[in-house]
């Protein structure tokens, strides 16, 4: 069967790299396996729809809250395939009928029937030997699952994959393209939608999809109309990872939210159990990939701080599960007042992040490793104490980035450019023999500076690049 949708209305973006890598499965004459796997809504789906257009191809998508008889059931009626008893006898006849076969979140089989990994082992292993055509694609929004299935060593697929594509966000080039396809043209309004959105395209989908004409638009839609299913999507996201384990990962992940980023910090919301708060931030980090830990670009011995890796995440724990109960209450009008009595804030510490992807995608300097940098300096305790909002270091030249972002209208950036310059004094790294270079970000100035070390981005310069 074909799989087609009328879901996606936007024109395809992007990923020209991981269609060429899919496209080697495809064209292969052997038997292959290849892994799409990413967060839900970042379009693993559409990719993997996208390359096997014009193939004749069956299309799997599993449901988790299914047993198995359901399951052959529901694939009877949805896929005009025989009615099977077992998953031995129906993963036999897909293989033998299709020479492409795409398993779209197939970590669910692991709450349907755990043996259908085995029994895909069984056949995969003997079409390989056989040398025969078959090209098996199998997408997954659950980044622990998937990695225990594929990964797991005593695991039936272990070592099976050929091919494996860890989808991340678009960057803001194609963000800001999307944006510019949809009408939505005004800089400011665009480091709002990324702000919130991230580079996870089924959002920007979604403004095509309600006809969003501007980001005060989308508020009045987000808030006051049907819109409002996305409430719930950071939820999704995070109980189809943690299962009943959810409360526990929630609390951790509302702590870094809420601006809580330290262990110790985090650890008082668990009775200040530091070793208990560390195995939930290691899982979140390593297992799950919802977290990260950002250590200072100079001085990485310090222990660090914890941030969340996902806009909307961010935004969904700020403003909508932290605010719940006027969502429960359809009280919409209150939850408006409390996002435009905050979102300015908010804003604030998305542009720092905003402004250090913008310079690794512009490569506008020589630095590989973009960051932060923060550390304290001799002098009175609680007023010893610097941060740049961003650094980065070149070995080679011995070059040394310091930056400062602003999400204000009419900064002064001679007032800024010298705070930076004696801030740099307190950071120890080759300073005797290094060459320093600033950078400052601004919604606007409210003049012009010319210094041979320093540059300056507006919002009008920025939409100049971008």
Known sequence: MYYTSNVYKMKFYN???????????????????????????????????????????????TPKDMSLSSFLKYANQEFSIPLFNSS????????????????????????????????VQKY???????????????SGSSYSLLNKIFHDYSKALYGRKDIEIKLQEFNLKTCFGILDDLGLKKIEEKIKFWAIFGGIPR??????????????????????????????EGKNILVSEFGGDHKIY???????????????????????????TNRYITLLRKEY??????????????????????????????FLKRYEYYIETENFQE???????????????????????FLKETKFFDFGFYGKQWGKFKG??????????????????????????????????????????????????????????????AKSFSKKIKKNNLILYDLNAIKQIL
């Open 15 to 61: 990923r020209e790299k991981e269609i060429e890598l899919l496209k080697k499965a495809v064209n292969s004459k052997t038997t292959n396996l290849v892994i799409v796997n990413g967060l839900r809504r970042i379009g693993k789906t559409r990719l993997i729809s996208h390359v096997l257009e014009g193939k004749e191809y069956l299309y799997v998508f």
């Open 88 to 119: 031995l006898d129906f993963t036999r006849y897909i293989f033998e009928k299709y020479e492409y076969i795409f398993f779209d979140e197939f970590q669910n089989f692991y709450f349907i029937d755990k043996s259908i990994y085995s029994i």
């Open 124 to 138: 995969f292993d003997e079409y390989r030997r056989k040398n025969k055509k078959l090209s098996i694609f199998v």
């Open 203 to 232: 959002f920007y989908d979604m403004l095509e999809l309600f006809s969003v004409k501007s980001f005060d638009n989308f508020l009045n839609l987000f808030f006051h109309s049907n819109i409002r299913s996305v409430f719930n």
């Open 250 to 276: 929630f609390t951790v992940l509302l702590a870094i939210a809420s601006g809580k980023t330290t262990l110790s910090e985090i650890a008082s919301y668990f009775e200040n159990d530091t070793n208990r």
């Open 289 to 318: 990939n919802l977290i990260k830990r950002e250590l200072p670009v100079v001085n990485k011995r310090k222990a660090g701080i914890y941030k969340l890796k996902n806009n909307f995440i961010i935004f969904w724990f700020n």
């Open 335 to 357: 939850i408006k007042n409390i996002f435009n009595k905050n979102f300015n804030q908010f804003l604030g510490k998305i542009f720092e992040e905003f402004c250090i992807n």
């Open 380 to 441: 009175e305790k609680g007023k010893n104490i610097y941060e740049f909002d961003i650094c980065a270091i070149n070995k080679d030249k011995k070059e040394i980035l310091f930056g400062e972002c602003k999400w204000k209208d009419n900064c002064n950036p001679g007032k800024i450019f010298k705070e930076l310059k004696d801030k740099a004094d307190y950071v120890e790294w080759n300073k005797s023999n290094r060459r320093e270079k600033f950078v400052i970000f």
